[in-house]
């Protein structure tokens, strides 16, 4: 097997060039050769090669058959050898994967997050009784502190409990509940002492090197 001098500009394109253009030769040659065992023997030995080019790969499920999908891939399917996976297709890569939904904002009301919505679409299948109803609550109490953290520093319980009925397509509804929801102090002091504790958890640890000192003994 031999290789002539090449210009880049005379070489074609490699399909997967992470593995370079000896491995791409590599496989077209063992297209090119006659018997089915030279070509069995000859893609277990570059299947081979392909893992030790790409170790990083070794941990990753299904190892093997990931190499052996490319090893065909590079041959543009045209490698007759057996391989112990199934062998795919050209239709098969050419698929358009099916596309992605994008998350469902909180309608117009942003500053509740997209976990508002969840956990009211849970509460809405709960069945009515002492539970959901704590939930809900529990839910008007959570968006009452995220419309603190984002807007001003008080809000009525009955901006809360619209929104709430807005946002659970008018399903959940606390407008004539007489139960109050958390003080606005509260809730921002909890902020704040929270905000608190994580600048203090971050101070570097200040060392007293004359008390040190002093506790050292004398010879």
Avoid at 169 to 191: A, G, M
Wanted: with cysteine.
């Amino acid at each position: 097997m031999t290789f002539d001098l090449e210009y880049n500009s005379e070489r074609p394109l490699m399909i997967i060039p992470e593995y370079g253009r000896h491995i791409q030769k590599l496989v077209d040659h063992c297209v090119a050769l006659e018997t089915k065992e030279e070509r069995d023997k000859m893609a277990k030995a570059i299947v081979d090669v392909m893992g030790n080019l790409q170790p990083h790969l070794r941990d990753v499920p299904d190892f093997k058959h990931k190499l052996w999908d490319q090893l065909y891939i590079m041959s543009e399917f045209k490698l007759d050898a057996e391989s112990p996976y199934p062998q795919p297709s050209r239709e098969e890569l050419q698929e358009k994967p099916s596309g992605l939904a994008y998350p469902k904002s909180a309608s117009r009301y942003r500053y509740y997050g997209n976990n508002i919505q969840t956990m009211i679409d849970i509460a809405l299948s709960w069945e009515d009784g002492d539970k959901k109803e704590a939930l809900v609550f529990t839910i008007a109490n959570h968006m009452k502190k995220c419309y603190l953290n984002w807007n001003k520093d008080t809000v009525d319980d009955a901006v809360i409990f619209n929104h709430l009925y807005d946002l659970s397509d008018r399903k959940l509804d606390l407008r004539n509940s007489e139960e109050k929801l958390s003080e606005s102090k509260n809730l921002l002091r909890k902020r704040n002492s929270q905000g608190q504790n994580h600048s203090k958890n971050h101070k570097k640890p200040h060392h007293n090197h004359q008390n040190k000192n002093k506790n050292r003994k004398r010879y």
